[in-house]
Nanobody
Framework: QVQLAESGGGLVQAGDSLRLSCAAS????????MGWFRQAPGKEREFVGN???????YYTDSVKGRFTISRDNAKNTVYLQMNSLKPEDTAIYYC?????????????????WGQGTQVTVSS
């Protein structure tokens, strides 16, 4: 069973950058689809992006060109680089892992989740 732990969140200003980390333990994640989701107060958890074992990545339209997901297999860690942050990016960010997904954009497709890390972007 894999365990996930996010870190790197914080309070930044609009236009700043942050890099979130998702450290995995228990099993190697090289064969997992790794997803990033976020949840703002009063809203449902939404898909941000994912990275497949092939290296392919997919992003929701609102973050395309600003966010990048990468993976360091040696460290068993996935990263979410967030540039040009906007106030609407404010949310708790979660990483998730799955070995069986259809397209990996729905939370129910992921069997393992981290505890989340808060990102707050001020205007």
């Amino acid at each position: 069973q894999v365990q996930l732990a996010e870190s790197g969140g914080g309070l930044v200003q609009a236009g700043d950058s942050l890099r979130l980390s998702c450290a995995a333990s228990g099993r190697t994640i090289s064969n997992y689809v790794m997803g990033w989701f976020r949840q703002a107060p009063g809203k449902e958890r939404e898909f941000v992006g994912n990275r497949w074992s092939s290296g392919n990545t997919y992003y929701t339209d609102s973050v395309k060109g600003r966010f990048t997901i990468s993976r360091d297999n040696a460290k068993n860690t996935v990263y979410l680089q967030m540039n040009s942050l906007k106030p609407e990016d404010t949310a708790i960010y979660y990483c998730a892992a799955s070995r069986r997904v259809v397209d990996g954009i729905r939370p129910l497709e992921y069997e393992t989740w981290g505890q989340g890390t808060q990102v707050t972007v001020s205007s």
